[in-house]
């Protein structure tokens, strides 16, 4: 039997898991949080935890310090990494993350449920990977469903060159300060996963293409170009940002000559943020009414 999410978790801390995994499944998705019964380290008990993580698309390990210890829940994250399942980390007390796991497991997303914001992000997160919908309210038995508008998982898709990632972090931060949800491949992509394909999600469950254009991205100009066609083709909002005075190489001209950009060259960078986040949220406005309820 198929999971959406398969629950990694310390036995200590079933009493305080249990309740999210309510909640999960009172939005609609299905959980494997372990079987009853079975004597743990059996044959049995290994089998059946093998089998979930492979029937589940997302592995959600609840972060505490007994879990860090446990080496039963290392093993499942260790088996869905090879799985290719997404790994989530999510926080749900305060208990520190350990040296010895943020070396092992860093690289993959934090998530801190106690933090609406974070929460909300990861549910919208869930329904894209898994394809569960929204829940519908028993008022729509009498009433007529209001259609949602049909923006994306995240408000912007980040195109640019990993040379470029001390100036990326800055451009980052401002989104993030600005509550401007964002895909960036060094955040987004889980360990083990395809690239293309992870790209490809990436792209299509943004509502905004921003690109970050440098002399970086020009050199080395393959993988963005596929970004832009790709969005292109999805008929994505584009933001181009010029970090520098680089000109568009006649590939860039051929999909940008007619997108007005906005020139980072040697200006302050907190105006050049403020333009920015002004541009996302005009254009997230204009998508909203676009496609009315």
């Known amino acids: 039997m198929s999971h959406d ?3 990694s978790y310390s036995r200590c801390d079933r009493a305080a898991v249990q309740p999210i995994k309510e909640e999960l499944e009172a939005a609609g998705f299905s959980c494997w949080m372990g079987r009853r019964g079975i004597e743990s380290g059996s044959e049995e008990f290994t089998d059946s935890l093998v089998d979930a993580i492979g029937a589940s698309t997302v ?3 609840f972060l505490s310090e007994s879990s860090q210890k446990s080496d039963w829940s290392l093993k499942e994250i260790h088996f869905a990494e090879r799985k290719r399942k997404r790994v989530i980390i999510v926080r ?3 208990d520190p993350l350990t040296d010895s ?3 092992e497991f860093g690289r993959a997303d934090i998530v801190d449920w106690r933090v609406p914001e974070q929460k909300q992000k990861l549910l919208r997160e869930l329904r894209a990977w898994t394809g569960v919908a929204e829940p519908v309210s028993r008022k729509c038995c009498t009433e007529p469903v209001a259609v949602p508008p049909q923006t994306g998982v995240w408000d912007v898709f980040i195109s640019h060159s990993s040379e470029d990632k ?3 972090r800055r451009y980052v931060a401002a989104l993030r300060d600005a509550g401007i949800s964002y895909w960036l491949d060094s955040e987004s992509i889980p360990r083990g996963a395809s690239y293309p394909k992870e790209i490809m999600r990436g792209i299509e469950g943004s509502s905004i293409f921003l690109l970050l254009y440098s002399a970086n991205v020009a050199a080395k100009s393959e993988d963005v170009l596929n970004e832009i066609e790709n969005a292109k083709k999805m008929q994505k909002e584009m ?6 005075r680089t000109e568009y190489t006649p590939e860039f001209q051929y999909y940008l000559s007619r997108i007005q950009w906005i020139d980072a060259a040697e200006r302050d960078e907190s105006a050049v943020f403020e ?5 996302i949220r005009l254009r997230m406005m204009e998508l909203r009414k676009a496609k009315p309820y």
Do not use: G, Q, S, T
């Open 275 to 279: 333009e920015m986040v002004k541009n």
């Open 5 to 7: 999410i398969f629950i």
């Open 59 to 61: 592995l959600l390990f």
């Open 239 to 244: 933001i181009p940002v010029r970090l520098d």
């Open 166 to 168: 001390e100036v990326v």
């Open 92 to 94: 749900f007390n305060d």
């Open 101 to 103: 796991f943020a070396y």
